[in-house]
Structures are given as structure tokens and as C-alpha cells.
């Protein structure tokens, strides 16, 4: 793996709802190399997407700091800035909502060609469109030119999008519930198309998601986080998450998955939860979030004290006190 | 086992701008006593619309061009009492038919409940226009058997009773309209995407709910659903729609160990599991097709491996393959040998 | 030189497209064709057939007839050609009041979403006291104080008066817009504010600013009417307003033999009405590819 591309040093993001504070993202550091898959994978409210886009500056962080090459992003240069805004792209979840409905294909991917200077000229500003669509799939490049977005499919759409991201050249991406909108059928083919451009052109991609087996398959070789309640409850290479889930949290997820296969899915040994009720994100429960659903509770160290992410077996780094 | 309900070359089209929707063509199955049938489709293959079909809750731009559903009320012993065409009801009868007989929980679920309301008028407005359990003791009956319910669908009744819906959770509410469902005794229960939506440890428990809530009580389960998970953990029965039709239907296990039509084996690798190998998934190429300017033959050739000319031109009907299973493709014989060797 | 060819062709280009889509509108084809027809009547009209000067004493209040298509008024002269001349006050003031409060509530309301905090605030609070003004009473209050005497000037005081409640929905529109995934994305690729307000925003929101503006317009053109009627703001030009007002005061009323010195006008102003709404609904199709059934 190459050089820490974006790090996160005790990342807080607090949100003010009706005179209350809620805390979206609490504590987090994490350090992501330059090239790495990471998938963040949780249920909603845990933190997943606001982590994202603080990572893509579109939202501050109340605390701590977020590092794009070594730099602030909060506190950079001007032409820091500007390779960080580039070289961090998203890919929005709505297909129908993140192109631009009036605008055709052609020009929407040409547009941060021109304005960035990317391209000189319509002949090279078309061929670098066509070029790009093909990278994503969309071929023979001609017949999407010209079309708008309502004429494509949702699978289409998101190509467009990441053709768009493409256009600056960026290191990394991050793809918040990127295939979730997108019918079944297609959305291997979608990460297929994310996995080329790491492994072709070294981009590296944060993968948000809430479908674990979809993130074993994603990251593959690279690393998940599994979030709780704005913690990380536990990170760790894709593979060793799934087979050895060290976090009372992630072993009851993984039991909890369906899977489609009935032999399997109805075998399964289940972990039941100590109390099926989700804390509210207004009143966070003390010491562990997890505690009060938690089958391996083990009483007031787990109420008291919050367990810090520390180095466990298999590779994982995993916030836990009964984990040694 | 006897069927509750007959349906038999149901077609529905919708009316839009540019031209005639056609959502469901010619679809023919039966729901059996007692099972649960996941009709799993992508969106757009018609599968809302024929559940939507079968309580004759259509938009009004929806036609139904043609076909019959029949549906049979068993007695407590299991002897057949009468039978009812769907699609003649009116009024008062459809009324009756939606909630005493056959009642539907949707997708949107989350907001259908009334958010002025408490969920014990939700089950006391229900009860009161359907005359159920009408009588003197009809209060104290009511309260009871709603909290049964409640507690049914794993919900503590002296929590929720009084709880307007914005106090719950989606969870919680998806369990509260299950519960509201069942509170006419149907016979039949229609659900339409129970899970998606909702956090996986949600999703566990309402499936969980759903599994106790058919060992406890007698009724079928149809469920419509673009999650094979849910078949594969629910299912009696898995009908596979595709365009408008179905193109597979048989036992759980037998769709999922030997799946015959190509659309089928490719929704199944298609679909990640948490063991699944990297190399064994694979996505199905192009996208569904438009309902409107269908393709000639069998609608699934132009991104179906196997197509030949016979498929583009003849669509192939549903036939048995074995016993109780049906696949509707011209080359099912060879699909899975062929599609096994095959990658996108 | 090239870029102003280019936006030229451009110009040309969508100009085209637009009308091939309305052709296809018959609703919005009959309102666009109205509307033209009408403004260059009301323009290049009096060039043609110039208002006449004197009265013509033997033929007060004529019907219908060969000579006179639409009858003549109390002064025994020509209404359609009264008609013709009397355009364009009103379509001066419709154009200039419709464009002028669109143009400062753009301005004004997409400024105040985009920058947000206590500027939007205050803006917003000053928009919602103005909302509370009955506006008619006081632009007649106006117009007596000030003793107009021009349409432009006219115009100007409604556009002043209009602006705020169009300035609140453009606010509303731009808040929902600018939560759009795409602007993100627009802002993640650091496109620039101008471009995004512009490129992305403001197309989104074409239909909803013209659709407006032609109401305004429609607004407008009563309103005149209204203080013409009042006698609040006496023209000595012919106008449609004054037309129905100088009628009604002449007994037209009761003379069934001079109806059309005032049906003339009022039939006037329902078509140019008429031609402005059903353009304006059909605008939706023309800014929104996804409504088009061709093209």
C-alpha cells in the first residue's frame, strides 16, 4: 500500500437539532493509503454518510481534523485546496437525482473538462467525453452523447456519474450507497467498473454502504469498517471482518444478514440482541453505545468506560472491552 | 394442497404518454393454503402492480385488460365454503374482501399510518368499518384482541396502545400495520417490500415475526420482494418475474439449487452472500426492458446468453420441468450448463 | 468575435429546438402565435392604421358592419382600430412589469438562499412584512400621489410593488434546488458559483421563472386596467383599459347597438391573456426534456 492518502485524527461531527445536539460522528481516526478499498458498513444513523462527507469537505468537522496528503484540509493553501476539491470525488446513492436533468450527457461531462482546462478545443474536449464513457461501460460512446439522463437507465446514470467524477483526474472516490438504487441484476457489473479504475489507475474508493455482504465482495482485498452509533466499533481486512467478526456488534450482524441460499440462510446460528430497541442519537447511551443491546454484556466496565479501538487478532483493530 | 386463491391470465396495462404500459401480461399461479409465495422481481417488472392487482387497489390510470382471479374461503376444518371472482367485486363486498379476506401492507407503510391518530384507534376505525366483532362487549373484545396482536408481532401492547406512530420506529410501524392486518382474521396477506427500507437487525426481526406469526396462525403469505435473501429465508414457494410475467415458479429449494431459466440463475449470481466466492458473481448484461416497446419474443433474449432465433420470435409459456416446478424459456434445458461457463 | 458567433449559433440553435418542441403543443403553439401576432400588431398596428384624430359625427355607436368590423363608439370611430392602437400600453406594461419583478426577485431571492444566515433572514423578514400590504390600494394611493403620467413609469411602481412574494418563491426554489445531489457534485467539482448558479440552478428553474413572469404579466395588465377603470390614472392615449372605461361611462351599458365598444377591448385583453397563459403552461415542456414526447 502506498502513502497515507487521507487521514482522520479524532474526526467529531456534533449536529444542532430543535436545541439539542445530536453527535453524528464521535471520535473517529482512521487512515486510509493511497489506492486502498475501504468500506464503511452500518445501519442508518451510525455515521456512515456524515464520515463521508466530511472526508469530502462538504461538511465541517466540529472537532478534530481531517488530513488530504499530510495537509489540513481545514487550514490549507489555496492550491492545496484546489488539488484536494479535485482529487476527492463522490458518487451520489440517487440516480435520478445526482445529473443534472437538463443537461445532455455530453455536456455534463464536459463541462469540468473545460472550466479546469483539462481539454483545449471541441474535438478534444468530445474525444476525452468518448474516451471516458468507454472507461465506464457506456459504448459505443456515440449513442449517450447526445441523450439526457431521463432516456438512461439507473445503472447508466451512475456510470455517467463516476465518468463525471473521472473527468479531474481524481486519487479517490467515495461511492455513499452507490449500487443500492440500482436494480439487482446490474450491480456486480457497477463494481466491477469501481474495481477496474482502483486497479488501473489507482484510485481509491470509500465505499458507504449498509449491505455487508456487498462490502465483503467490494473490498475483497481491501479493509471494512463496521460503524456503531458514530463509533467505529471495529476495522479490519475485508475478509477476516466476515469470517472472524470480533465485535459483539458485527457477530450479531453478520447473524442477523438473510442470505440468499435457504440451505444456509436457514441454518444459520442467530445471535439474539439483548433488547431490540435503537438508542436515540439525542440520549447516547454511557460508556459502550452498543451496551444496552449488547449479548455479550458484562456489566459496568461496558456502562462506565468507552472502549477505545485497539489491535485484536486477525488484522482488526476492534473497540471492545471483553476483546483482548 | 388446495389453492386460496386462483389467479389465471391476468393482464393489466397502464395508460401513460407515451403509449400503453403493459404490466402485466397473461400471468397465471395459484396461492395455496397456508404457504408463503415471494414473487421476486427487479423494479419495473410489474410485480407492485399485481399485488396491487389482486386487492383491486389499481391507480386509476391501470386497466385490467383481462383474466379471472378466483378466490376460496376455507372453513376452520379446512372445507371449502365459496368462491368469489376478485374482479366482479364491488363496493361494500370489495371492502370486506380488501380487509376480512385479504389484506396488503405496502412499501410505503411507513406513512400509512395516521399520524393524528393513536394506534388504538387505528385498530378501533378498522374494526368499526368493517362492523368486526360489533355487539355490546364489542370495546373490551376489540382492545383484547388487538393486543394480542400487538404482542404477536412482538410489540409490548401497553407501550404502543396509546403511542401515536411518529413514537415509534419504522420497525415498530411495519409491525404495528402487520398486527392492523391481521385483526380481520384474512385468510390471505399480501406484503409489498416488508423489508426494504429497514435496518438489518430490523429486517431480522420482522422476518423473524412474520416465520412465529405462520406457525400461530392460519393464513398465506404473499410477498413481493426485489430481495432473493427474503425468498430464499421466507418462501414456500419463489415466482420469478420478469417484464410483466412470470418466467419461473417452484419450491424454495428447488429455484434456488436448480434454477432452469436464465434470468433466474443470473438474479442468483447476481447477488453477493457472505460467502460467496469473488469469481461466482456476475452481473446480468444490458437493463430490464421498457414496458412500453417490449422486444419481440421472449422478452428476456436481448440480455440473455442463450437467445437464438427461436427466442426472438416466439415467447415461450410457463411449462412443468418437474413436478411443481414451471419455467417458461425455450432452452431450459441447456441453460444452466451453459451459463455456468459464462462471465460479464 | 468567435465566442459571440458561437453563443449566436447557440442562440439559434435552442430558438429552433424550442419551437420544433411547441409545434408539437398545439395548446402552446396557439399561445406563443397569439402572443406575437398580438405584440407586433400593437407595435407595427399604428404605423399601418394610425389612431384617428377627430370625431366622427355620423357614426356614433354603430353595430357591426362591412366598414367597421367591430362597430364604432361614442366619438363614431373605428373600434378595431382603437383596438389596434391601444395595445401597446398594455402590452408595454405587461412585457416591462413582467421582466422587471422577475428580474430583482432572481436576483434578490437567489442571492438571499445561496448566502444564508442573517442576510437571508433579514431579507425574508422584510419580504414578509411587505406581503402583508394590501398592494392595489396602495399603488392606487401611488399613482394619485405621484400623478403618472407615462406607462413605463407605471410599470416600474408595479414591478417595485410585485417583486417580494416572487422573490420568496425563487428563495424556496433555490433552497430546494441547492440540496440536489448534483449540485454537490457540481461544488465537488469545483465548477465555480457563477457556473453553478447558472449552468446548473438557474435551467432547473426555467420553467418556473417564465411560467411566473407570464402571470405577473397577466397581474399586471389587470391591475392597469383596475386604476383605469377607477379613473385613477386618466390616459390621454387610447388604451384597452380606457377604452372599457370611456364606454362604460358613455352608457355603452345600455345602448345594445355599442356593445362592441366595449366587448372590442375586453375580447382583446382575454386573448392576450388567454395567449400568455397557455404559452406559459406549455413552457414546462419546452425546459423540461423529460416531458417532451419528442424531439
Not at chain 1, 469470517?243 to 435457504?262: F, G, K, M, N, R
Not at chain 2, 393482464?11 to 402485466?24: D, L, M, N, P, S
Not at chain 3, 399613482?143 to 410599470?155: C, R
Request: with cysteine.
Amino acid at each position: 500500500m502506498g502513502e497515507p492518502l487521507i487521514t482522520l485524527e479524532h474526526v467529531t461531527r456534533t449536529f444542532d437539532v430543535k436545541r439539542q445536539t445530536i453527535k453524528a460522528v464521535d471520535d473517529i481516526s482512521l487512515t486510509i493509503p493511497e489506492g486502498e478499498v475501504l468500506c464503511l458498513v452500518g445501519e442508518s444513523g451510525c455515521g456512515k454518510t456524515t464520515t463521508g462527507k466530511m472526508i469530502a469537505g462538504l461538511l465541517a468537522t466540529s472537532a478534530g481534523r481531517i488530513l488530504y496528503r499530510g495537509q489540513d484540509i481545514a487550514t490549507m493553501n489555496r492550491a492545496d485546496r484546489r488539488r484536494y476539491r479535485l482529487g476527492v470525488q463522490m458518487v451520489h446513492q440517487d440516480p435520478y437525482a445526482s445529473l443534472n436533468p437538463v443537461q445532455m450527457i455530453y455536456n455534463i461531462i464536459a463541462a469540468p473538462l473545460q472550466h479546469h482546462g483539462f481539454t483545449r478545443g471541441e474535438a478534444a474536449t468530445r474525444e476525452r467525453v468518448r474516451e471516458l464513457l468507454t472507461t465506464v461501460d457506456l459504448t459505443p460512446p456515440d449513442d449517450y452523447l447526445e441523450k439526457y439522463p431521463h432516456q438512461l437507465s439507473g445503472g447508466q446514470r451512475q456510470r455517467v456519474s463516476v465518468a463525471r467524477a473521472l473527468t479531474v483526474r481524481p486519487s479517490f472516490i467515495i461511492a455513499d450507497e452507490a449500487v443500492s438504487m440500482v436494480d439487482v441484476s446490474i450491480r456486480i457489473s457497477l463494481l466491477k467498473m469501481f474495481g477496474r479504475l482502483k486497479d488501473e489507475m489507482g484510485v481509491g474508493v470509500l465505499f458507504i454502504t449498509h449491505d455487508l455482504a456487498l462490502a465483503k465482495y467490494f473490498a475483497w482485498e481491501g479493509r471494512i469498517g463496521v460503524m456503531y452509533l458514530g463509533r467505529l466499533a471495529e476495522i479490519g481486512p475485508a475478509q477476516q471482518v466476515v469470517a472472524h467478526p470480533q465485535h459483539p456488534y458485527t457477530q450479531v450482524l453478520l447473524s442477523a444478514i438473510p442470505e440468499a441460499d435457504p440451505d444456509r440462510t436457514r441454518s444459520k446460528q442467530r445471535i439474539e440482541l439483548r433488547s431490540m430497541d435503537v438508542p436515540s442519537l439525542l440520549r447516547l447511551p454511557s460508556g459502550c453505545a452498543f451496551h444496552p443491546r449488547c449479548p455479550a454484556f458484562a456489566g459496568e466496565i461496558c456502562e462506565k468506560v468507552v472502549p477505545p479501538l485497539k489491535k485484536a487478532g486477525w488484522g482488526s483493530d476492534v473497540a471492545c472491552h471483553l476483546v483482548k | 394442497m388446495e389453492p386460496i386463491l386462483s389467479v389465471r391470465d391476468l393482464t393489466i396495462e397502464y395508460a401513460a404518454r407515451r403509449g400503453k404500459v403493459r404490466a402485466i401480461r397473461s400471468v397465471s399461479f395459484d396461492v395455496r393454503r397456508g404457504e408463503a409465495l415471494a414473487l421476486i422481481g427487479e423494479s419495473g417488472s410489474g410485480k407492485t402492480t399485481l399485488g396491487l392487482g389482486i386487492v383491486q387497489l389499481l391507480p386509476s390510470t391501470a386497466r385490467i385488460a383481462g383474466g379471472s382471479i378466483v378466490y376460496r374461503r376455507y372453513s376452520d376444518t379446512g372445507q371449502p365454503m365459496r368462491e368469489t371472482e376478485v374482479l366482479t367485486l364491488k363496493d361494500a363486498d370489495l371492502r370486506r374482501f380488501r380487509w376480512a379476506e385479504c389484506a396488503m401492507v405496502f412499501q410505503s407503510a411507513l406513512n400509512a399510518l395516521n399520524p393524528v391518530l393513536r394506534i388504538s384507534d387505528h385498530f378501533a376505525d378498522t374494526a368499526k368499518a368493517h362492523r368486526y366483532l360489533s355487539g355490546p362487549r364489542q370495546g373490551a373484545a376489540l382492545t383484547e384482541r388487538s393486543r394480542h396482536l400487538l404482542s404477536r408481532v412482538r410489540l409490548d401492547p401497553d407501550r404502543v396502545w396509546r403511542a401515536f406512530p411518529h413514537e415509534l420506529s419504522g420497525g415498530m410501524r411495519q409491525r404495528v400495520l402487520i398486527a392492523l392486518s391481521l385483526l380481520l382474521e384474512p385468510q390471505l396477506l399480501i406484503l409489498d417490500e416488508p423489508t426494504t427500507a429497514l435496518d438489518i437487525l430490523t429486517q431480522r426481526n420482522i422476518m423473524d415475526v412474520l416465520k412465529e406469526l405462520r406457525t400461530q396462525l392460519d393464513f398465506s403469505l404473499v410477498f413481493i420482494s426485489h430481495d432473493l435473501s427474503l425468498a430464499a429465508e421466507l418462501a414456500d414457494r419463489v415466482a420469478t418475474v420478469y417484464a410483466g410475467k412470470i418466467v419461473e415458479i417452484g419450491e424454495v429449494y428447488t429455484i434456488f439449487r436448480n434454477p432452469h431459466h436464465p434470468y433466474t440463475i443470473g438474479l442468483i449470481k447476481a447477488v453477493p452472500t457472505l460467502t460467496s466466492d469473488k469469481s461466482e458473481l456476475t452481473s446480468i448484461p444490458g437493463s430490464p426492458p421498457d414496458l412500453i416497446e417490449l422486444p419481440s419474443g421472449c422478452k428476456f433474449h436481448p440480455r440473455c446468453p442463450l437467445a437464438d432465433d427461436h427466442c426472438r420470435r416466439e415467447e415461450p409459456e410457463l411449462i412443468d420441468v418437474e413436478s411443481g416446478h414451471r419455467v417458461a424459456c425455450w432452452r431450459w434445458q441447456d441453460a444452466r450448463a451453459v451459463l455456468k461457463a459464462y462471465q460479464v | 468575435m468567435n465566442a459571440l458567433r458561437e453563443a449566436l449559433s447557440g442562440f439559434w440553435r435552442e430558438a429552433a429546438k424550442t419551437l420544433k418542441i411547441l409545434s408539437h403543443n398545439k395548446m402552446g403553439l396557439f399561445g406563443f402565435v397569439m402572443m406575437i401576432l398580438i405584440i407586433l400588431l400593437s407595435v407595427l398596428g399604428p404605423v399601418i392604421w394610425p389612431a384617428e384624430t377627430s370625431a366622427n359625427v355620423s357614426a356614433i355607436n354603430k353595430g357591426v358592419s362591412a366598414q367597421h368590423w367591430l362597430g364604432t363608439d361614442f366619438q363614431g370611430q373605428d373600434n378595431l382600430r382603437k383596438i389596434i392602437n391601444g395595445g401597446k400600453d398594455i402590452v408595454t406594461i405587461a412585457l416591462v412589469t413582467g421582466i422587471l419583478s422577475m428580474l430583482i426577485a432572481v436576483i434578490v431571492g437567489s442571492f438571499s438562499a445561496f448566502i444564508g444566515g442573517w442576510v437571508d433572514s433579514l431579507l425574508m423578514q422584510f419580504v414578509d412584512i411587505w406581503l402583508t400590504i394590501p398592494k392595489f390600494p396602495l399603488l392606487a394611493v401611488l399613482a394619485t400621489v405621484l400623478a403618472l403620467k407615462d406607462v413605463v413609469t407605471l410599470s416600474v411602481l408595479m414591478a417595485l410593488l410585485d417583486w417580494p412574494g416572487l422573490a420568496r418563491q425563487v428563495r424556496s426554489q433555490v433552497l430546494s434546488l441547492k440540496r440536489l445531489d448534483y449540485i454537490e457534485a457540481a461544488t465537488m467539482l469545483d465548477l465555480g458559483t457563477p457556473k453553478i448558479i447558472f449552468r446548473e440552478l438557474l435551467p432547473n428553474m426555467m420553467s418556473f421563472i417564465a411560467i411566473s413572469t407570464i402571470f405577473e404579466m397577466t397581474h399586471a395588465i389587470y391591475q392597469q386596467t383596475g386604476l383605469v377603470f377607477l379613473g385613477i390614472v386618466p390616459y390621454s392615449s387610447a388604451n384597452w383599459g380606457v377604452m372599457i372605461s370611456a364606454a362604460e361611462r358613455r352608457g355603452v351599458l345600455f345602448n345594445p347597438q355599442a356593445a362592441w365598444s366595449i366587448l372590442g377591448p375586453m375580447g382583446a385583453i382575454v386573448l392576450f391573456q388567454l395567449a400568455l397563459v397557455s404559452f406559459a403552461r406549455s413552457l414546462d415542456e419546452v425546459f423540461n426534456p423529460r416531458l417532451r414526447t419528442s424531439v
